[in-house]
DNA sequence: CCAATTCTGGAACGAATAGTCAATAACGGA
DNA sequence: TCCGTTATTGACTATTCGTTCCAGAATTGG
């Protein structure tokens, strides 16, 4: 039987978004250790301890911040009855949030698909919010809000890219104004 | 008057293209003075001679490099007689380059707006390659390939967001199949 | 030829980096 | 209460970082 030793004084998952934030402002490369360890309130050791190193603390925030994100996508996906309300709710989350540095499109600027280990955790998010966001493309095309010819999963990456393409604007000091109008012409191209 | 003394032995330009490669492929942060040296070919001494130091070098290489990529873009713009033949050429070369890594959307990705040193060298870029593409979308206007409702500055600002979207998307692993989706997509949002 | 100037390559610098060690503290089970 | 185990803390290590110094080589004007 395992022994119960001491417990940790700190919340894994509120240091990791602490984390989250470093890597998001700066990279991985631009992150060092000590602004991470100052950020999320800790000792070296314990960071060390709880997350391996320095590469498996950035992927497992990057796996956390891509389930939040992901699981907010699919919320304001399904935030409206009608499916083109809520296609239109996720970009308008998305609008709002462009002032803030995205970790997962910068873990892709960072590194592509070049670390197997980092792609492993990109895939599965990819591939749940493509599957949610090609459901409700289906619906719109019901409903009679998308043209029936798309193909859903091909809108549903278009959508992908074009969140991409808001965060980017928006990361290069892209106003309100043209980011709401990024989201109205990618929701043209649906129409 | 002024003596002339030993001349440089390598092409600046030729330098800096690979320190390009460098910066595309690692960022600046994951980019270091040993691999630059190595790639460029020449000794550090002369690198930190030619070019000041790595920041100086980074904003020199994203300069050439958007200059190049801005050029191409504005040819392709005009490659073919009809404004929306032009558009469709300039996301087909964005499609056919997306496997390598832009420096542009990894400068704004891991920099955002902070540097006003980086943001003056993309900002003209921009100005001049939205000028231009919006110069290119009333033309297709009034050859009724583009509805005429729309603003092209705002198209503008729509296709250079896709752009990113695309090559961040290849830079994630979409094979090109999915690329040209994107692009036709995007495409589909000016009708 | 000389003098002046700049380039080149390598060694060297201090600072910062990621990661570790050893000592101490805190807990659960016996 | 004492033990085994783990967390914490801060000093520590070895390496790598960007940058500079130095001595020699190359080139041109005088």
Redesign the pocket.
Known sequence: ?R????????DADATLDSAIGVFREHGFEG????MLVDAMG?????L???FG???QLYRSAVRRYAMGECAAHIEALRSAPRAMDGIAAMLRRVVETADQPCLGVGSICEFGAARPDLAEVHAPMGRTLRGAIANRIGDAQREGDAAPALDPEAVAEFLMANIAGIRIAGRGGADRAALDGLAAMALRALR
Request: no cysteine; net charge positive; aromatic share 12%.
């Open positions: 039987m022994l119960m030793a001491r417990p940790r004084e700190f992150a060092s250790a000590q800790i000792g070296r050791q314990s060390y301890g709880a190193d320095k590469w």
